[in-house]
């Protein structure tokens, strides 16, 4: 009885060492290649496009950032200064044009028939004063001509009358430009003067446009999501446009480094889904390179699978949701169908 029970205990112990047997000798499947890799990423990075001192650093290294987190801040009271005297001048070319596309206010035409009237007065009191001045020239002229007037007193009479004369023109010239405003006035402008003065206003709000958006730069935002890799300067230094203040690594740029080997070529292709298995997830890429030539494998990222082989270097995208970091290691199945 107790040998039967002994041939019983050592038939269940050979069975569980042939399960065992069996998992270490090959129960994956067979038409699978898995590949051992290192995750790499694209590094972005992030430049100054003006020049400043910092006022500020919102990001760390090893931080987490978004697309368009704000990540530092320079000093831009001298472009803020700049954008409000052409805020000004914007505006003062805006008011011109509303004038002139409005046409002229009763105000406006009154102010224009009162400068009528003052330059017709000018030019009355100024044709009287002539009038006078050629009179008393006259007279002056027969009193020289009989000898009771000396010639400086003669000479003295002909140049206020010129004098007079002289005014009168001058009247007459101020007089018929009020009256040509008076006229324009009511008019209203025409279309060449109105296009100037949209000209004018376009050109204030180009340059305007122009110094906003380089206003917009001294606040400097994340070019992408990912995790801040390095920073180069700190709150304090002055910068020049072109300055790399820091390295982010892309979290949509991860790849999954893996050595296929060439005789297993054929099973891949651009764009193809594969799995990918890391410690702590699995999830699925998307092979986004395909080496053209063949090398041999880095012997710390070898497998059984391409150990001793020439291989092509393959580069799978990751997916945003993967939490695989930079530097980790992952497998890639690759289905040999």
């Not at 054929?266 to 799995?275: E, L």
Request: one cysteine or more.
């Amino acid at each position: 009885m107790l040998r039967i029970k002994n041939i019983g205990k050592l038939i269940r112990t050979s069975a569980a060492g042939l399960c065992v047997l069996l998992l270490f000798s090959g129960c994956a499947d067979s038409g699978t290649l898995t590949l051992t890799g290192v995750v790499e990423a694209d590094v972005a990075a992030q430049v100054a496009e003006v020049s400043g001192k910092i006022k500020e650093f919102q990001a760390v290294l090893g931080q987490q950032v978004e697309q368009g987190d704000v990540i530092a801040v320079l000093d831009d009271e001298d472009e803020r200064y700049t954008v409000e005297q052409l805020q000004a001048v914007r505006d003062q070319k805006q008011a011109a044009l509303d004038g002139l596309q409005k046409g002229a206010d009763g105000e406006e035409v009154i102010q224009a028939d009162n400068q009528v009237a003052i330059e017709q007065s000018n030019v009355n009191s100024a044709q009287a004063a002539c009038e006078k001045a050629e009179e008393d020239l006259a007279r002056m002229e027969i009193l020289w001509q009989e000898g009771a007037a000396a010639q400086a007193d003669y000479d003295e009479a002909k140049e206020r009358m010129v004098t007079a004369r002289d005014a009168v023109n001058s009247a007459r010239a101020r007089l018929s430009t009020a009256e040509q405003q008076k006229k324009q006035l009511l008019q209203g402008p025409d279309d060449y003067e109105i296009g100037q003065a949209a000209a004018a206003l376009r050109q204030a709000q180009s340059q305007l446009d122009q110094a906003a958006e380089k206003l917009n730069k001294y606040v400097i935002r994340a070019g992408c999501g990912g995790t801040v890799m390095s920073v180069n300067f700190s709150v304090g230094d002055v910068v020049s446009a072109g300055s790399n203040l820091m390295d982010i690594s892309d979290r949509g740029g991860r790849y999954l480094v893996v050595y296929l080997p060439e005789e297993d070529l054929y099973a891949v292709s651009d764009g193809q889904k594969v799995g990918i298995a890391g410690k702590k997830e699995n999830s699925e890429g998307e092979i986004a390179y395909i080496g053209l030539t063949a090398q041999y494998t880095p012997k710390d990222m070898q497998t059984q699978a391409n150990k001793n082989k020439e291989c092509v270097k393959l580069k799978i995208r990751l997916t945003t949701e993967s939490s695989l970091k930079p530097g980790e290691k992952a497998d890639a199945l690759i289905p040999l169908e």
